[in-house]
């Protein structure tokens, strides 16, 4: 079974422009959810869809928006890109909405830079 | 609030001897507990998880961990460190709200390098 899959792999933009990154889950996946990973911030969770519904939100300004479509898939979209928003944004996905045995399993991530 | 602390930042050990990387959690009931490695430039693999079933878990590639409530700690070791160990380690709590969410915390993480 294919792994999750995240396009592009690296992204250069500069202050200002959007960027919307794309993750495939694993087959037959429910849920998907987004991460940032910074050096000084570590690894925080952005949000997570469930059936093309946001089911959790985390401390990010309105700039940081998703979406999941019917298959699963999710895109994510940065607007008016800041210095601050350069990271590896990592996707994950798992069968179902939660559950203590609910597994994530990440994609290899979106290296974004901003210059 | 349900949260990890790493008690490490860096941990270096010597090719075959044990690896003892320290994880602490606060949680107000039971929790959902996760090692994940990351490789340079590598996503996230997860190693192994808890989820109430038994205190004692084991994962991949040799490592495991025991979920101590009384000590409120997840400790991950592996008796015999191999050179391609070498990687950064998460411990990471699932805020399991009845199920309903999939949001997961991340502890810091802990560099493990490991001397030839």
């Known amino acids: 079974k294919a792994g999750v899959t995240q396009t592009p792999r690296y992204l250069i933009k500069t202050r200002g422009q959007q960027v919307t990154l794309s993750c495939s889950p694993i087959?037959?996946?429910?849920?998907v959810s987004w991460y940032q990973q910074t050096p000084g911030q570590g690894l925080q969770f952005l949000f997570e869809?469930?059936?093309?519904?946001?089911?959790n939100k985390g401390n990010f300004p309105g700039r940081f928006s998703g979406r999941q479509f019917s298959n699963s898939r999710s895109e994510m979209n940065v607007s008016t890109l800041e210095l601050g928003d350069s990271a590896l944004y990592l996707c994950?996905?798992?069968?179902?909405?939660?559950?203590?045995?609910?597994?994530?399993?990440f994609g290899p991530g979106t290296r974004l830079t901003v210059l | 609030a349900q949260s990890v602390t790493q008690l490490d930042s860096h941990v270096s050990v010597s090719e075959g001897t044990p690896v003892l990387l320290r994880c602490n959690y606060s949680?107000?009931?039971?929790?959902?507990l996760f090692w994940y490695v990351q490789h340079p430039n590598k996503g996230l693999q997860l190693l192994l998880k808890?989820?109430?079933?038994?205190?004692l878990v084991k994962g991949i590639n040799g490592f495991e961990a025991e979920f101590k409530k009384s000590e409120t700690s997840f400790h991950l070791t592996k008796p015999s460190a191999h050179m391609s160990d070498a990687a950064e380690y998460f411990c990471?709590?699932?805020?399991?709200?009845?199920?309903?969410?999939?949001?997961?915390?991340f502890g810091t993480g802990t560099l493990l390098a490991v001397q030839p």
């Open positions: 994950a996905s798992s069968l179902s909405a939660g559950g203590a045995t609910d597994t994530q399993y």
């Open positions: 087959s037959g996946h429910r849920s």
């Open positions: 869809y469930f059936s093309e519904t946001q089911r």
């Open positions: 949680s107000s009931y039971s929790p959902s």
């Open positions: 808890y989820t109430s079933a038994a205190t």
């Open positions: 990471v709590v699932n805020l399991n709200y009845g199920g309903a969410t999939n949001k997961l915390i």
